[in-house]
């Protein structure tokens, strides 16, 4: 059974940062794509940051320049550092983890979700 387990979120002011980690764990496929995605109070979920098996990334216009995303395969592990932050990324990030689709496997696997919420 796959589990992933979050941390790393808080509540900092603006202009602070914070570091998120998501380890997977029960993973019987090989991993594809890892990602953030945050969902504020009163609108829809959204990609905040991706990172393919090869280190592609990806990352929202709103984050670009201060969130990094990476991974650490050897322990299937995705961070997100996130630097600046401004109250508008206050929300609840969600790990997101999905099988090599390009062999094959299907599925799509999420965290609980841990809240950042960032003060002025």
């Known amino acids: 059974q796959v589990q992933l387990v979050e941390s790393g979120g808080g509540l900092v002011q603006a202009g602070g940062s914070l570091k998120l980690s998501c380890a997977a764990s029960g993973i019987s496929f090989p991993i594809g794509d890892m990602g953030w995605f945050r969902q504020a109070p009163g609108k829809q979920r959204e990609l905040a940051a991706a990172?393919?098996?090869?280190?592609?990334?990806n990352y929202a216009n709103a984050v670009k320049g201060r969130f990094t995303i990476s991974r650490d395969n050897a322990k299937n592990t995705v961070y997100l550092q996130m630097d600046s932050l401004k109250v508008e990324d206050t929300a609840v990030y969600y790990c997101?983890?999905?099988?090599?689709?390009?062999?094959?496997?299907?599925?799509?696997?999420w965290g609980q979700g841990t809240q950042v919420t960032v003060s002025s």
């Open positions: 997101n983890v999905r099988p090599d689709y390009e062999l094959g496997f299907s599925g799509d696997y």
């Open positions: 990172i393919g098996k090869g280190g592609n990334t």
